[in-house]
């Protein structure tokens, strides 16, 4: 069975293009499962039934794993089985019958934009690295971009002269941001006085935002120059690169963005995603976002 699992990564890789963060997740799930399959005795793909998926989903729910991630192995699953049914692994798909759990549609924590204007204003952009860590959050409010698609930012990818980044997002699917004039501002600062200094200490990267060492910024960096900020600010929300993104994206249609333009800008596939920002109490947020966005 890890045989066949490794099959199907290698297929996601090389003829559905996924991300290496795509394959790492499936990988994840995948392993999961069939640590499960052989744990319960079953020892071939083709031996699956339905009860055996229902019965590991169910055992993930007790877990504890949100309804969110079930689904998500869920779907893990249904790809896998699809992929073994086209190279003739298996003759049947065991998963056809077996519907997700219901997933909630709640918004996550998202920040006011006075909260957000507070932790922007934390970096002493007198210091280097913190002028880094200004042009990060300010990159983060303006464009909505996940923080793998900010560590993943190329120089060419900067098209400020237009008013524009563009962004490789999941699937190397790729699409073209508006960024507004305060981040374009401190983006340039950055790179002009921050950028060329720190790329000398290694050898050169193109990637926009590099670390003390010249190297590309990771993801968890990222993750903890936001809650270092946010400690910094008094801001007790639980507050991570994405609620910077979710933040973007209600204030954006609480001020009244066009939902499908938002759904572009964020990189949704299915508008269904883009929803979930409009079932917040409209009411309130009108009391603290009074325009498309709180930034120029």
Do not use: C
Request: no cysteine.
């Amino acid at each position: 069975m890890t045989e066949h699992l490794l099959d199907y990564l290698h297929y996601l890789e090389l003829e559905k293009n996924a991300s290496s963060n795509t394959i790492d997740s499936y990988r994840r799930d995948l392993q999961r499962y069939v640590d499960h399959l052989e744990g319960s005795s079953v020892t071939a793909l083709g031996s699956v039934q339905g009860e055996h998926i229902s019965n590991y989903l169910r055992a993930l729910s007790g877990a504890g794993l949100s309804s969110r991630s079930v689904a998500r192995n869920l779907s893990a699953i249904k790809g896998f089985y699809r992929f073994l049914v086209g190279e003739r692994i298996v003759r049947k798909n065991p998963t056809l019958t077996i519907e997700p759990p219901k997933r909630s549609r709640t918004l996550p924590d998202v920040l006011s934009p006075q909260e957000v204007q507070r932790i922007l204003d934390q970096p002493d952009t007198q210091q280097p690295l913190r002028l880094r860590d200004k042009a990060i959050l300010e990159t983060l409010y303006a464009t909505g971009i996940r923080v793998s698609e900010l560590t993943g930012l190329k120089q060419s990818d900067l098209q400020l002269e237009f008013g524009v980044v563009r962004v490789m997002g999941k699937g190397s699917k790729e699409r073209i941001v508006p960024v507004g004039s305060s981040a374009r501002t401190w983006i340039k600062k950055y790179r002009s006085s921050v950028r060329p200094k720190l790329v000398k200490r290694s050898r050169s990267h193109d990637a926009v935002f590099l670390n003390a060492r010249g190297r590309p910024l990771t993801r968890m960096a990222v993750w903890n120059i936001v809650r270092g900020y946010t400690r910094m600010a008094g801001i007790t929300k639980h507050v991570h690169p994405h609620t910077f993104r979710h933040s973007f994206a209600t204030h954006l249609l609480e001020g009244g963005a066009d939902l499908r333009a938002v759904q572009e800008m964020l990189g949704h596939s299915d508008i269904g995603t883009t929803q979930i920002y409009t079932h917040i109490d409209r009411e309130y947020l009108k009391e603290v976002h009074r325009t498309f966005h709180p930034r120029p």
